[in-house]
């Protein structure tokens, strides 16, 4: 990429091999991840101030989600390694700002999107609120809403091409980089994944850390692989065909001689799917039906699952007691939900199936869970699931802490369906009670939620 300058400049950035065709990639969408060392970052920087350089009175924009994370790591990149702003007559960096301008009226703005109020400024970011070029990095930390919120800031004229490069080691399979870019097969998107053996630059020892590195933390960062579970919530959950101590198994089918069926609920109603991946998006809150038996030695069974969006209650149980039909087994004798759902309670009795509101916190519940799902003593899993329940495997596999310690509340309806259920089966089913009284008609309060809920979501879409 040549510069319209006519002075030398300091240095030139001579890409690696894997970094040409990045470096001269012009689609909408340019994501850089594989394993660590590779010099995603690097190559970034480099094609932003590019950009700038190259496109007078060009935008661009580079993120960061954590603060600290911009002003220790990516801000000392960009000015000490990339731009060398001591020495480059053609950039000043503005510490009050925040942003480098360029002599020929480019500018770099560095931002960060710590919260909703950060991501709704960028709204305003850039010349008519239009950018040309924007870089997240550790794209593994933005959250989707984010992600779109960015495209619709990419609106530049500078060039005839803009792009958003998302750089990132791998993470969760179920993240949107995963889902949304990786197994979009998005044209608009590029993919290129490198390893740290593309990137002669670094130090033996740096390659020998690498290689020490074990579990899932040596599949992500060594062998650039989306897998689940760092820092996984349910860390006693196995997911592995390969080993016969999995939580996932077909020995979870529906056997007769098991007994009654039962559901295992959390209740729920806005969202949206990904149209591509099938999916639901992360702020997605989908009604979940987990389709349950017990063998006779206490283990539970996850046999089928249900997840349904902007579908009434009254209509999801039917559907689901027509699958139980289609299936050849028998229907539901009883049902676990959320206590904070009376309305969903009351459907199930119209439905003629016995229900119990469970009300739990969270760490209490999560810990009940994880000993039902990790092995006992005598090396038994009392929670198994079926391999067809691909949504609630996702979750297990997806539902991580936060840097503060706390469970992320994403992709956690099936989960939190199996702690209502799992705390149901150990305490008992005390307190059952009608949790509608005589004459309350539940359809008609899922009819005024599902009125309101579209009346919010129409607001939304005006102002956003």
């Known amino acids: 990429m040549a510069t319209e300058d006519n002075s030398k400049p300091l240095s030139e950035f001579v890409p ?3 970094q040409v065709d990045p470096w001269r990639d012009t689609n909408q969408v340019m994501l850089l991840t594989g394993s660590a060392g590779g010099g995603k970052s690097r190559l970034a920087g480099e094609k932003v101030h590019g950009f700038l350089l190259h496109y007078p009175n060009a935008t661009g924009v580079i993120s960061r989600k954590a603060e600290d994370d911009m002003k220790k790591s990516t801000i000392p990149l960009m000015l000490e390694t990339v731009i060398d ?9 503005s510490a009050r700002q925040n942003r480098v301008r360029y002599s020929n009226g480019s500018e770099l703005i560095f931002t960060g999107i710590w919260d909703e ?56 399979k179920l993240h949107w980089i995963n889902r949304i870019l990786l197994l979009g097969n998005d044209p608009r998107v590029s993919i290129y994944k490198s390893r740290a053996s593309d990137n002669p630059y670094n130090p033996h020892s740096y390659r020998a850390a690498l290689d020490r590195l074990t579990g899932l933390e040596g599949a992500r ?28 198994t077909t020995n979870a089918e529906y056997r007769v001689d098991d007994g009654k069926t039962f559901w295992f609920m959390d209740d729920g109603y806005a ?15 989908p009604r979940v039906f987990l389709i349950c038996q017990k063998t006779s030695n206490g283990v539970i069974k996850v ?14 149980i039917e559907d689901v007691l027509n699958f139980h039909d289609k299936m050849g087994w028998e229907r539901p004798d009883y049902a676990v939900y959320d206590g904070a759902a009376p309305s969903l309670g009351g459907e199930l009795e119209r439905a003629g199936i016995h229900s119990t509101a469970i009300r739990v916190k969270i760490e209490e519940g999560i810990k009940e869970l994880r000993s039902w799902i990790g092995e006992d003593i005598n090396g038994i899993r009392r929670l198994i699931v079926h391999p067809r329940c691909s949504m609630l495997r996702f979750e297990m596999g997806s539902y991580e802490y936060d840097k503060y310690g706390k469970p992320i509340d994403s992709y956690n309806h099936g989960i939190d369906a199996l702690r209502y259920g799992v705390w149901n089966e150990a305490y008992g089913r005390k307190g059952e009670i009608s949790v509608l009284a005589p004459g309350i008609d539940g359809a008609a309060i899922d009819r005024r939620i599902a009125e309101v809920m579209a009346i919010l979501e129409e607001k939304y879409n005006a102002y956003s």
């Open 85 to 93: 702003i001591q020495r480059e007559p053609r950039c000043v960096y």
């Open 271 to 285: 969202g949206e799917q990904d149209e591509k991946t099938g999916w639901f998006t992360a702020r997605s809150n």
């Open 117 to 172: 109020r950060s991501r709704e400024g960028l709204r305003s970011i850039g010349k008519q609120g239009a950018v040309d070029i924007w870089w997240l990095e550790e794209g593994i930390e933005f959250e989707e809403d984010d992600y779109n919120a960015i495209n619709a800031r990419m609106r530049g004229h500078a060039a005839e091409w803009t792009q958003i490069i998302v750089s990132t080691n791998p993470g969760p």
């Open 303 to 316: 046999m089928a699952e249900s997840y349904r969006i902007m579908e009434l209650a009254s209509k999801h």
């Open 16 to 18: 690696l091999d894997w």
């Open 221 to 248: 960062l060594r062998d650039g692989q989306w897998i689940d579970g760092i820092a996984a919530v349910i860390d006693t959950w196995l997911d592995d065909p390969l080993d016969q101590r999995s939580n996932v």
